[in-house]
């Protein structure tokens, strides 16, 4: 697509529901990022794909969260067991390589994000 | 983790005016962006800077990436009300793949 679509935007749920979130990135872009913002803070790394596999998960804070990329494209991250402190918008970014260096191939775009209460 | 340093938190201008925001790290960055954030939207790149030292235009927004490598700021000349959001800073450490270090974030207020 044109852009980095995030579903749902908004998400409610109880404490101790499982929650997933969709990212479809842009086409082509074979890197994929994960990161969290909570209230009144800058985004934090969470997770990033090369292609199918994650390359750097050590963002992730805790078992509880997972993310897979099964066809190199639409990632899902996964909550199990939502914690009120999970509340925060999740956003999604995508660029078109995933390697460190100079240029627009590494730039990345963010989606809009999903917000998450966890009531 | 690493941190980044924003400042200042919040600004709360005329328009017309000239802005100054800038950030700083204990550690070195190879690369420092600067990217701007909406209400319910996600962050959109403004500036990327790629070598120490390099000085950046687009449009209104300059912004500099510091010698030493620890350190970069954004300037806005002549504000308008639509400049109004959140900056943020972002680095990027050396063989750390795409990953990218923000700063908690300039909220920037522009009075008409």
């Known amino acids: 697509g044109a852009g980095v679509s995030q579903t749902p935007s908004n998400k409610v749920t109880e404490k101790g529901k499982y929650v997933e979130l969709r990212c479809d990135p842009i086409s082509g872009h074979t890197a994929l990022y994960w990161y969290r913002q909570s209230l009144g803070q800058g985004p934090e790394f969470l997770i990033y794909?090369?292609?199918?596999?994650?390359?750097?998960d050590s963002g992730l804070p805790n078992d509880r969260f997972f993310a897979v990329r099964p066809e190199g494209s639409v990632s899902t991250l996964k909550i199990q067991r939502t914690e009120r402190g999970d509340s925060a918008v999740y956003l999604c970014?995508?660029?078109?390589?995933?390697?460190?260096?100079?240029?627009?191939?590494?730039?990345?775009?963010f989606g809009a994000g999903s917000r998450l209460t966890v009531l | 983790g690493q941190q980044l340093n924003q400042s200042p938190q919040s600004m709360f201008i005329q328009e017309g005016e000239d802005v100054s925001m800038n950030c700083t790290s204990s550690s070195i960055f190879n690369t420092w962006l600067w990217y701007k954030q909406e209400p319910g939207e996600g962050p959109v790149l403004l500036i990327a800077?790629?070598?120490?030292?390099e000085l950046t235009s687009n449009g209104r927004l300059t912004a500099q990436f510091g010698i030493t490598r620890k350190d970069s700021f954004l300037n806005i000349s002549a504000s308008i009300p639509s400049d109004v959001g959140i900056y943020f800073c972002?680095?990027?450490?050396?063989?750390?793949?795409?990953?990218?270090?923000f700063g908690g974030g300039t909220r920037l207020m522009v009075k008409p």
């Open positions: 972002a680095g990027q450490l050396r063989n750390a793949g795409n990953m990218l270090t």
């Open positions: 800077l790629y070598k120490a030292g």
């Open positions: 794909f090369q292609g199918t596999g994650a390359a750097d």
């Open positions: 970014a995508s660029s078109l390589r995933g390697l460190a260096g100079v240029g627009g191939a590494n730039v990345l775009t």
